[in-house]
């Protein structure tokens, strides 16, 4: 097992002191085990972190697990960024995953403003646990899910924890389309010029130009929107 997975980076800020004081409160006692210490804080992550997918995405900052933390909200890949980092403060090692992947139940006003279906470098956490890597995706807290008939996302530490294929309405959900593997760090120049690739250079270009001029605030509510 790679060291790295431990380590504190710019952006998976583990050694940062409001990450170290969250991982003890949410953790608990230290004779919890790594997969105890590992589920509270999937948990806490998912329905403590607001799902944003019009959180700014083009600069470390906008990643880093403290600030993440701070805010209180962001989208798959930041939520993964500060798991990441919480389980790190808890000396279990962690590192990001990423997917592409097929929402067929995003809402209506998304999908018309990212051109597409398709949801490239989906984030997600991997812990190392109990001698192998388990996947665990904090991406949508339990409100969002209620809205969208799916069924929110567990984890316990012994299994993948992925996307459904179908709501609850058995209606298709999320489908795989590419792995594109696991990270020590968030990539985030990788990620910025795949979104350019997949979504189109002026596209991502304006919805950067917008986060600027407003300072970080896309002026629009993920919740308000029509479900499809």
Not at 17 to 23: P, W
Not at 109 to 114: R, T
Request: hydrophobic share 35%; with cysteine; proline share 4%.
């Amino acid at each position: 097992m790679d060291k790295s997975y431990l380590l504190s980076t710019d952006i998976i800020d583990s050694d940062h002191a409001e990450i170290i004081r969250y991982a003890e409160k949410v953790a608990g006692p230290a004779e919890q085990t790594p997969i105890e210490k590992a589920v509270k804080l999937y948990y806490a992550v998912r329905d403590g972190i607001w799902y944003d997918p019009y959180y700014p995405f083009y600069l470390p900052e906008h990643y880093r697990a403290s600030n993440v933390l701070k805010s209180g909200r962001g989208f798959c890949i930041s939520k993964a960024s500060l798991l990441c980092a919480l389980g790190r403060a808890c000396g279990i090692p962690s590192r990001a995953g990423f997917a592409t992947v097929r929402n067929h139940l995003a809402t209506k006003q998304l999908i018309e403003f990212i051109g597409t279906d398709l949801f490239v470098f989906h984030g997600f956490t991997e812990f190392y646990l109990e001698g192998k890597w388990v996947k665990a995706t904090p991406a949508f807290n339990s409100e969002l899910c209620r809205k969208h008939r799916v069924a929110p996302l567990e984890f316990d530490g012994c299994e993948d924890s992925v996307f459904h294929a179908c709501n609850t309405e058995k209606q298709k959900f999320m489908e795989y389309v590419e792995d594109h593997g696991t990270y020590s760090d968030i990539p985030v120049n990788l990620i910025v010029l795949a979104w350019k690739k997949a979504y189109g250079s002026d596209r991502v270009e304006k919805w950067m130009n917008e986060l600027e001029k407003s300072d970080g605030k896309a002026g629009r509510s993920f919740y308000r929107e029509d479900v499809l």
